[in-house]
């Protein structure tokens, strides 16, 4: 729970530039520019959007927000420092970045000494220089600066004193966040929280230096000489020292009361699956900025997971990061982004997955309905999801009658309709039937056992005919159906790339004249699962169908040892809960007028 008093993190989204390096995802243009204004309705302050100068795509995208900026959040373009043995104000790649036109660059540089000597195969000397020289030329430019530390925790074990004169050149240089990254994603919460307090110890002592020495040039006192002695401070501290004191004469560094110290911030990847215990063991210890994706999206194993760092953060560790009301709309903003990159929602995922607050073994059901405190750590409506009863074999009457409620159908665990309905489900999901996967078939079932099934249509019969051509990859199917409407007969016949798709082409094609919503019913997902395999080809199969009208989507299941037979189950369920659901739609909003 956040109040006016909570201490404020800055948000720093990454989705476009880091998160889009995620095997299989790919974005357009179009694409970025979506989720880029999606983030900023979330409140998002900082958000990435890529490398400017490295591929067409993207500078297209900074060209775009040019001309439409976004309401609230800084976009930020991103860069390494200049290359080895040049000089920054003739680098290209900066040029690059100054075109985009964005107030804000982030900028990374190397602090393993490792990845200098064989990765940018140059001196440690140099690579500081590359560092000061790209952010000092930004500066001049008029641009604010977040210094991504790359491999920060790697160099800092392996080398603390030139990990730190890493930081030291940016903060010299006038860059105004430094970013710690856990680039290779191997460190551990203890050693995060570790870390960051020793950096934020150490430039607490720099800054003190700075703050104190009245005049390096008039005293001659070093910032060594007033450090305690048991503190290994690097030898560029006088350097920096000077380089400091000459910036604030010239008007060049903004110093926050008595400091001129940078803030710290956290970038964490999630290759031991620690990138969110690590993002807070770094908030914890001091940090400012938490940067991260939407869903965690990114290379090899993934980022940090802003859907579960913003309410770990805000809920339960008291910082404020967005508003309550922005808060409520992040299931939604991670169900958005997963559809535009194509990639299939984490069902299971903390707080916006659709089974976060899903309820199946029947205490659990009971217990929640009496007080959801018993079986859910937050309420679901904070972040914008909600609480789902899953129907299965496991199912008590419990969990009949709350699904029931959800779905705006009063059952009486008094009546003998609510047993038989429990005892139905039980038959149907020990031959293979799986409705907590299938809410939209169990709701059909639901309405048939209580006697006010709709018919919408019914079929008469249908056939599928396959042609395999030797030599082709691809394949033809035709379908013909017979379909009754209101007493009319109707043969149809549509063809497909599969036998699925021509009939759920001809079913289409017969109802739509009688019901055109249909037209804007879509199939989304297709599954089959093999119940029994040790039967061989005669093995019963499940298919579950996804169904979607743009602003819902409902799941149907059938079960059969002939797939044909499994698939027209679902897609004909499919198609009759899409028609209910605009049914009630209708009959809603006219008991509102």
């Not at 400091?244 to 004469?249: C, N, S, T």
């Not at 008007?251 to 964490?268: E, K, L």
């Not at 215990?277 to 770094?282: D, E, L, R, S």
């Not at 699904?403 to 009486?412: N, P, Q, Y």
Request: aromatic share 6%; net charge negative; charged share 20%.
């Amino acid at each position: 729970m956040t109040t006016n008093s909570s201490p404020q993190l800055w948000l720093y989204d990454t989705t476009l530039r880091d998160g889009t390096q995620r095997e299989g995802l790919s974005v357009s243009i179009e694409d970025k520019l979506r989720i880029a204004r999606r983030l900023d309705q979330l409140g998002i302050p900082f958000i990435e959007g890529g490398w400017p100068g490295a591929n067409p795509k993207d500078v297209q995208f900074f060209w775009q927000l040019q001309e439409d900026p976004l309401k609230q959040a800084e976009i930020v373009a991103f860069c390494s420092t200049r290359r080895p043995n040049s000089t920054a104000a003739t680098e290209p790649m900066l040029q690059d970045i100054l075109a985009a036109g964005t107030r804000w660059v982030t900028i990374f540089g190397k602090s393993w000494d490792l990845h200098v000597t064989t990765g940018l195969k140059t001196t440690l000397e140099e690579n500081l220089a590359m560092i000061r020289d790209t952010i000092e030329y930004l500066r001049s430019q008029g641009r604010r600066i977040i210094y991504d530390a790359e491999h920060w925790f790697d160099g800092y074990k392996h080398n603390r004193d030139y990990a730190l004169q890493t930081l030291e050149a940016a903060i010299a240089s006038g860059a105004e966040w430094l970013v710690l990254c856990d680039t290779n994603g191997g460190t551990l919460p203890h050693e995060i929280s570790q870390i960051v307090q020793d950096v934020i110890s150490h430039l607490s002592l720099v800054s003190q230096c700075v703050a104190e020495v009245p005049s390096v040039e008039a005293t001659g006192v070093t910032c060594q000489e007033t450090m305690t002695e048991d503190i290994d401070a690097p030898a560029a501290t006088l350097l920096l020292t000077e380089t400091l004191r000459e910036r604030e004469r010239q008007g060049r560094t903004r110093r926050v009361g008595q400091r001129t110290m940078p803030q710290i911030g956290i970038h964490t990847h999630n290759d031991s699956e620690m990138a969110v215990a690590n993002a807070i063991a770094a908030v914890m210890a001091g940090a400012k900025m938490v940067q991260g994706t939407i869903n965690g999206y990114g290379e090899r194993c993934g980022n940090a997971n802003l859907c579960s760092l913003i309410p770990n953060l805000q809920l339960k560790a008291g910082y404020s990061c967005i508003t309550e009301d922005q808060l409520t709309q992040l299931t939604e903003a991670s169900r958005f982004v997963s559809e535009v990159v194509n990639l299939a929602p984490d069902e299971h995922a903390p707080f916006v997955g659709r089974s976060a607050f899903a309820h199946k073994g029947g205490i659990h059901v009971s217990a929640v309905e009496r007080n959801p405190l018993t079986y859910e750590h937050i309420q679901p409506e904070q972040v914008g999801n909600r609480r789902r009863i899953v129907i299965s074999e496991q199912s008590g009457l419990s969990n009949v009658l709350a699904k029931a409620r959800s779905f705006g159908i009063e059952l009486d665990q008094q009546k003998a309709e609510a047993r038989e309905i429990l005892q139905r489900l039980k038959d149907l999901e020990s031959e293979g039937f799986q409705f907590e996967a299938a809410e939209a078939s169990f709701v059909l079932l639901m309405h048939e056992a209580l006697g006010g099934r709709q018919k919408f249509f019914e079929v008469k019969g249908f056939q599928v005919h396959c042609d395999l051509i030797e030599g082709k990859e691809t394949s033809n199917a035709l379908a013909t159906v017979k379909v009754a409407v209101d007493g009319k007969n109707i043969l149809e016949a549509a063809e497909g790339n599969g036998p699925v798709a021509a009939l759920d082409a001809a079913l289409r094609k017969a109802l739509v004249n009688f019901y055109p919503q249909i037209a804007t019913f879509d199939l989304t997902d297709y599954k089959v699962r093999i119940l029994n395999g040790h039967t061989g080809t005669a093995a019963k199969t499940r298919v579950l169908v996804e169904s979607g009208n743009g602003r819902q989507r409902w799941t149907t299941v059938g079960v059969s040892t002939n797939i044909l037979a499994a698939s027209y189950q679902a897609v004909v369920e499919g198609l009759e809960y899409g028609l209910l659901l605009h049914s009630q739609a209708e009959a809603a909003v006219k008991a509102s007028s």
